[in-house]
Structures are given as C-alpha cells and as structure tokens.
C-alpha cells in the first residue's frame, strides 16, 4: 500500500515538474485530465491483477469517457507518468512504460492484431517504452516494438521499428533525427526541441544547393557560348 502510494504522489509531482500551467498538488488533481486518468488507471490495474476484468474494463471505459484518455487496466506503467493535456491518448492491453515518461495529447501506443486460423493474437502486440521517454503530440507507436531509455519521439511521428537509448526519432515512418548519445540534456515538449533538424531535410537542401551550383554553370556556359558565336 505504502509503494502505491510514492507511486501515485509519483505521479502527480510528475505533473508539476512538466507543465509550467501546474502550480500545486491541489491544482493537478483538479485540473489536470491526464493526471485523473493515470490515477484511475492505478485502480482499475489492481482489479484487473486481481481478476476483476469485467469491472475494470467498465471503469476504464468510464474514466474514458470523462477524460478522453484510454487505458486498457492491463499496461503496465512505471511511476512518474505524466500525460499532458490526455485528450485521445490511447495505451494498449500488452503496453509497458517505464518511469519518468511522458505522454502528449494524439498519443496512439497500438497494437498488431494477427489473427489466424484458431483466432486472433493475444500475446504481447503493444509497444514497450523504456525509462523516460518523450512521446509527441499525434505519435502512433505501433506494434511490439521495443522503444530504449531517454528516446524522444517527435510530434506526429509514426513508429513501427525498434529505438536505440537516447535516440530522438522523426517523421513518417519514423527515424532518427541525430545520432545516439548526442541530443541536448534535459526536458524537451513535444519529443524535439526547435533546433533539431531532420536529416532528410538536410539532404534536401544540399540537393538544391548543388542544383542551383549546376543551374549556374549552364547559364554561364550559354552565355560564353553566345559571346563566342557573336565574336564570330
């Protein structure tokens, strides 16, 4: 009783850490959609550890309804898990978070149904994120991929592979943005700070900047050829 309740008191300074809007316990509790559905979650993981599956799932699904986050009682999540603003956050049956992670609105930690000739997969098919852990706004992480400590992941990414520790993943499918072991220390909303750049993006502008060198050259080429025909 005395560890849930560290983990539960986790979970709300966890909220005054990472939301500048969040000045005390009181107001996290009243304010913070996130934090009311992380707490509820803690009880409906307790019924659901204790065979109450039925009753578990309707509280979830109530929980749902008022905060707009849903957690299946079945993830299993570490201490210190803040969501902020929770509006469509989703987190699978098999999920596993660990402690210190963070969650923003949009946030889709999904599954990978197979279903076969004797039914569909009920075995792990949820992701699993490693200690703090950044999620941004709108990131689906799909399937049972394994997702490493310190990983930030960036507003709207979609994530179907593995992450490395201390990687920070981009776009469309997702990928890293910068090299491991390199990202910038501390706390970074929404899974990337505005410095970051995309390595794609990188290549892209070294493409242009090597077209308009070449687009350069052909012009200087038919103006020396011009010159020359007139000279003749």
């Known amino acids: 009783m005395k560890s849930k309740f560290k983990m539960i008191l986790s979970d709300i300074d966890a909220v005054i850490a990472r939301d500048p809007a969040t000045k005390s316990r009181l107001e996290a509790l009243l304010c913070s959609a996130g934090l009311q559905a992380v707490l509820v979650y803690r009880g409906t993981h307790w019924l659901w550890e204790h065979d109450l599956y039925l009753v578990a799932r309707v509280v979830a699904q109530i929980a749902r309804f008022l905060t707009g986050v849903e957690i299946h009682p079945g993830a299993r999540i570490g201490s210190g898990f803040f969501i902020d603003h929770g509006m469509g956050v989703v987190i699978g049956e098999t999920t596993v978070i660990g402690n210190n992670c963070t969650l923003y609105h949009g946030v889709t930690l999904g599954g990978s149904t197979v279903f076969s000739k004797k039914g569909k997969n009920t075995s792990k098919r949820h992701p699993t994120l490693g200690n703090d852990v950044i999620v941004g706004a709108g990131a689906q992480v799909l399937g049972p991929i394994v997702v ?3 990983v930030k992941i960036g507003a709207n990414a979609v994530v179907l592979k593995d992450v490395e520790d201390g990687q920070t993943v981009v776009g469309v499918p997702a990928h890293p943005a910068r090299k491991a072991g390199r990202e910038p220390k501390g ?14 993006e990188c290549q892209l502008e070294t493409l242009q900047k090597e077209i308009d060198k070449l687009s350069a050259k052909l012009k200087d080429g038919k103006k020396d050829g011009t010159k020359q025909s007139g000279t003749d």
């Open 148 to 150: 490493g400590n310190d």
């Open 187 to 200: 706390f970074m909303a929404y899974g990337v700070c505005p410095t970051d750049k995309d390595p794609i």
